[in-house]
């Protein structure tokens, strides 16, 4: 039992993912907001739908502001819950803005006891010449954003188009460490293997890279479900998606080239060296090239991802064991994938 306890320890954090992955609820979140657009001088009316959301189910309605930076807001002149998730606010647009901008994004600010507060950034868009009235200029400071309730569950972000495919991200994302994680216990083996010649160093490092293409196809699969629900198609040719089949098509050369060998030295000898290419050319396709220009995904044009802005700290805590969890599930089948590959040997020598 000893011996298998980061079995067990892997078991344990998958189960646990599974079950803190899909049963903790999203935090309340706004849906959709309309109409878009206004005219600096208007009424407008919001017809508002959320996700998760109680409107109805307090005495006190929601708090409602349109907001346009950490000085300046706007309250709602009337606000009315339609049911559970519609919510219709009212709000005077004043003819003076604070700044010269021709066009001003304001930010959905919805408060309640029951559900705390969520933001939808650039939620009405207002069109504005440059008159200035004093008088205009301090509704926007009459009814600041303060007092706003704190959420007293747990649960996980809500992200516009995501929405309950956040989930994902603790699938999708920690194959692909555990993959680049196993590729780098493949190289370690591979360094080995050319210095000792030691035929089992061989074998685990082909035990790991065969594991981590596993991971990658079963993260690539899990990426094309999750795009097909979020931009639309399995296949975008966005530039991770690229450079991710790309590196395993560099993957899987490796595994042909080394069953066009039938002698076992030299089959050993090219796999170590081409593991070890295959991992410094995987580094910038991965780690570099998408940061260099636009992506779908997160952390694209030099931008770190998994930020404030994907995940937060109720997300981290099962985010982060589940990369463990995924790796060592992936060294288990590496383990048994070696164990396969010497008991074949026994029977054929």
């Known amino acids: 039992m000893r011996r298998h306890w980061w079995k067990i320890l892997a078991v344990l954090i998958i189960l646990g993912t599974l079950l803190g992955g899909m049963l903790s609820p999203l935090y309340p979140g706004i849906e959709s907001v309309k109409p878009g657009r206004t005219d600096a001088g208007e009424m407008i009316v919001l017809q508002i739908r959320g996700y998760n959301t109680h409107f109805d189910a307090s005495d006190d309605l929601p708090r409602v502001w349109l907001k346009l930076d950490e000085e300046n807001a706007l309250g709602a002149t009337q606000v009315m819950a339609r049911n559970a998730r519609e919510l219709r606010a009212s709000f005077y647009i004043p003819k003076s803005f604070p700044g010269d901008q021709g066009v001003t994004a304001l930010s959905l600010v919805i408060d309640n006891a029951r559900d705390g507060t969520s933001v939808l950034p650039s939620a009405v868009f207002v069109r504005h010449g440059q008159e200035k009235s004093e008088a205009e200029l301090l509704l926007w400071k009459k009814d600041p954003v303060v007092h706003l309730n704190t959420r ?25 460490f555990g993959m680049i994680l196993l590729f780098a216990g493949s190289v370690y083996f591979s360094y080995r293997y050319m210095k000792t010649q030691h035929p089992d160093d061989d074998l685990r490092s082909i035990s790991l890279v065969q594991a981590g293409v596993l991971f990658g196809v079963m993260g690539l699969v899990t990426g094309m479900i999750w795009a097909k629900y979020t931009w639309g198609k399995f296949w975008s040719w966005d530039i991770k998606q690229n450079v991710s089949a790309i590196t395993l098509l560099i993957y899987f050369a490796l595994l042909v080239l080394r069953s066009s060998f039938e002698d076992e030295q030299r089959r050993a000898r090219l796999s170590a060296g081409y593991n070890i290419f295959a991992f410094v050319l995987m580094i910038p396709l991965i780690f570099v090239v998408p940061r260099l220009t636009d992506s779908l995904h997160p952390g694209n044009g030099g931008n770190p991802a998994l930020g404030g802005e994907d995940m937060d700290n109720t997300m981290r805590m099962i985010f982060y064991p589940a990369i463990i969890g995924w790796t060592l599930l992936g060294v288990w089948i590496a383990q048994l994938n070696y164990r396969f590959f010497k008991a074949k040997d026994r029977l054929t020598n």
């Open 152 to 176: 007293a569950f747990f649960g996980f972000p809500y992200r516009n188009i995501l929405v309950e495919t956040i989930r994902n991200t603790y699938f999708h994302i920690p194959m692909w």
